[in-house]
Structures are given as structure tokens and as C-alpha cells.
């Protein structure tokens, strides 16, 4: 299996897009036809099945990767995580790429295990996986010695994209650098033994959110080997226009996520969810899809 | 429900302890009796209960928890994560309180669903659940909001156990202090709207690793009316002798986790797995918890 990045990119190219949509269901949300009888068991998984094949159906040819985002599933125990593994490999049947938005880490033999459950051979192994640094080295080698072995990819927490994300992250240390710049220090510390793909890009980049372009412009340049994943598009009140700083002078090296402003696009607007049959969902969230790859292509590229 | 607090101090005094036995399963090293045929599916699922079941059954005289690390169980997707399902209600049932060892962490209505996974109604639903505090306040009040909302408990990562957690957790900030005092500052400043219980402590505490006593000297000043939850004692090589600063006057108000000494207690010294069959675990285990849990007592009493 070729590199990560590579892929990636590769994928980035072919279909023209750097949009990645968010997987995250709630059934609250859910077309009226799809809603189950009773909201447990089997029912919900099923239903969630269904949604997520729905909506990938509608978005692969626009975009390059789905991001199911862990919790949406793990609060149905696992009945949920049955359902995430159907949609792993339904959207990879698809030619979408996976990214398991699951934020964890652990001490070191903690990670490892992981590692495995989302980069390795098991039910739930997806093509990268994001990861919280806050444990330092110990809890991130594991990850990226995995995704090495597996020609998989990860994607470490450097500025997120909610409001309080500075609480920690902005802190200024003694050096005069915020704690998210010596996170990208860590990042780039970890990744010194490897080499990058042919493309330029490793396999291992970093989350920094859409609201964050000031800092974005930094990242992007201390990171300049690592793809950006940028989520907080769309929903998460981003200016648009100030994202061309995540990309590189190509207008690639970062990929754009977006959720619910696809996924529950049947929603906006007067629409009313009981009435909104599969059909009529379809259309919106093909359409949000096109809308959403279109406009990213006009920033990177404008 | 009776505040997660006083739940866990009232049981600590009831059982005379303070320990809490990680549930880490590990097929490789599970008695031979217990090794399923094929390493997949429902034959892991099934094995992973037995094993969890012969743990609790000779541990719950002992221990005040368990604490099922999530890595363990996600590794094997939506089988495992049934087993942790059958684990968490065998636990309780079993007069044991269960703190799902999740580390989970993410931007706000993400962490909802978290909190609901771990805290609420669903099938994982833990008494408590451990948190990554590296994305801030609105990353962390949603644990707060569901823990005081079902009475159930969180303790938020301050200091890791782990030998690279200095790494970012260490790092000195323009005010002097380090992260992880940030970090207890942010759990302070989150719990002041809330009233601790008739104990004299908060539904949420901390994570500081055994490995680190003089940082944990401080935290306990600094977190008065907040339970320590202590991971490294045994397998991590922290020195038990300095183990006393982690609680309070009263030798209460923290708790301490041994894992893999305790549940694979029969391979040490020269045993053999293949030959351990679960009799013989189970007395070991048993042996082991006994250990541990009267060399905590000597150490908080001490």
C-alpha cells in the first residue's frame, strides 16, 4: 500500500477536492423515513447504517475522505461501533478514505493497542486517526510507529478549533512560544527518523481548526511537511475567506473538514425534518457536497 | 444515586481500601484454559468476559473499582466492546464501582456525546470516566454538566504517569508555573459553581501518576476537595514509599490503580501461561489484591 500522503494527495488530485465530511450521526436528525420505532438496539444501528451509506453515497464524488467522529457512535455501545464498522468499510468501498476522528492517547503500551485498533488489521482500522498529545512522546511514537508499518496515517491535536482551545494551547511558555508551537516542535521531533513521501508530505500531520488562521499561517510554516487537517468549516463559524493560509503554494498539503453543514443539510432553511424523505435528503447533501468542494477550490486556488 | 464521591470514600471505608484494579485484557497472556482457539470474534469476545469475570470475582473483596482501559476492548471493535459491556454490570453487580479509563477529549457538543457515552444511559455507561483536559473549559464542563446531572463522577488528566508527560504537561508558563497547575486551575475554576459533597469532595478529580510524588505533593494542596486517581503503582516502578503524599490527613481521598500486577499476577517469576490454568490465576489474582491492598493501607496509615 503506497504512503499515506501520498494517497491522500493523490486522491486530492484526482477529485479535484480538499473536503472532508464529517461522520457524525445523530438520530435526532434523521430523515423521518430512516428514524427508528424505538431509538435502541438494533434499530439505531441500522439506522445509522443506512444514513451513513446514504450520505456516502451522495458525497464521494466530491470528496476525499469521511471523518466519523468516535463518540456519535460509542454512546450506543456496540451497536454503534458494529455501525461504524460497516461505515469504515462501506465509505472505503467507495474510494473515500478514512479518518477516525477519535482524539485518543494513552501512556505508552496504552497507545500502542490504540494504535492497533485504528491503524492496525482489527474491525475498526481506518487509514489515519487523530491524536491528542498532551502525554507527550511516549503516547504519540506508538501511533506514528504504526502508521509507518501499516502505510496508514495520523493526525496530532495542535490548535483546535473551539473557543476555550487557548485555555491550554495558547498558554505562553518560557521559551515565548505558545504550548501548540511546541507541540508542532514535538511533532516534528517524532517524525526526524522517517522520510516523507515522494509527494513531500509525511504521513503524520496535525488538526488545526478553521478558526484559527493566525496561527494556521504559522503552523503551516513549521509544520511544511505535514498535511493540515482542518476541521470548524462551515458550522463552526469560520471566515472562509482567511483559509487559503492552511494550504501550500499549490493550494494543497491540507484537507477541510465539514459535518453537519453537509450532512443534516435537509434540515436548513424552513425544511422539516419529519417530512424530509431519503430522497429529497439525498439531493441536499449531494448538492452541500458540490457547494462545499467548490468553494474550498475557490479559496485555495482564488 | 448518592454523589459519586461519597459513593467511592464510603466504599473505601467499608471494604478498608483504597485500590482499584485495572481491567486491561491481553489474550496472550490469559490462562491457557482461557485462550480462545481462534484469536477473532465471538470466541476473543467470550474469552474476554471469562477472563473479566475471574478477576472481579477475586478482586471485589479487595477493591473499591475497576478500571477497564478502553484501548483494550476498541482493539477488538464492536466485540470488545460488548465485553465491556457484560464487564461494566458484572462489575457492579459485584459491589465494585467502574471508572471507564476512556481519556476521551474533544470540542463541546462532541464531548456531550462523550459524556453521555460514559455518563449517561447507554450500555458503557460508567460511574466515571477519565478525561484529556488539552482543549480546555468546553472541552471539559460537558463531563462536568453530565457527572453532576446523573451523579456520577470524572477525573480529569493533570499530571500522566508516563516518563515524556513533562513534555508537555512540565512545560513552564510566562506566569512561572507549569501546565499541569494550569490545568488544576481549569478544574477549579470549572467546579466552583458546584458544592462538594457532605465528604468534603468533588464529583470530579484528578490523574496524577504515581511515578510523580512531588508533583503530586503540590496538586494535593492545590486540589483540596478533589480525589486523586493514582495509575503507575506496581508495573510504572514508582517508589511506594512516597506514595503518602497523594492523600489526605485522614489517609483517604485518593485512589490507587495496580493493573498488571494484579490480573496477570500468575505469570510472574517463573510460571507458565500455558500451563496456569484458571484455578491457579485465580488464586494468584486474589493473593495480589490482598498484597496491594494492604500495602496501600500501610502507606496511607503508615
Redesign the interface.
Known sequence: MADFANRLLEKSRKKNSVLVVGL?PDISKFPGSLLPARPEGEQVQEAIIRFNRMVIDNIAGYAVAVKP?L??Y??????G??A??DTVSYARDSGLLVIADA??????F??E??A???L?K???SADAVTV????????MVPFIEKAAEESRGVFF?VK??????????D????SGRP?YE??AG?INKNLSAYEPGSEGYYFAGAVVGATYPREARLLREMLPQCILLV?GFGA?NADASRLSVYFDREGSGAVVNSSRNIIYSYLSGDRDKEKADEEEASRCIERAAEEARNRLNAIRFG
Open positions: 457524525d467522529q463518540a456519535f460509542e454512546v450506543f455501545g456496540s451497536r461501533i458494529k461504524l464498522e482524539k485518543r492517547n494513552d501512556v505508552g496504552v497507545s493497542a490504540y492497533e485498533a485504528f492496525g482489527g474491525p475498526l491528542n498529545p498532551f502525554l507527550g512522546s511516549d503516547g491535536l483546535t478549533s473551539n473557543p476555550s482551545s487557548g485555555e491550554i494551547q498558554l505562553a511558555t518560557d504550548v511546541r507541540v514535538l476541521p463552526q
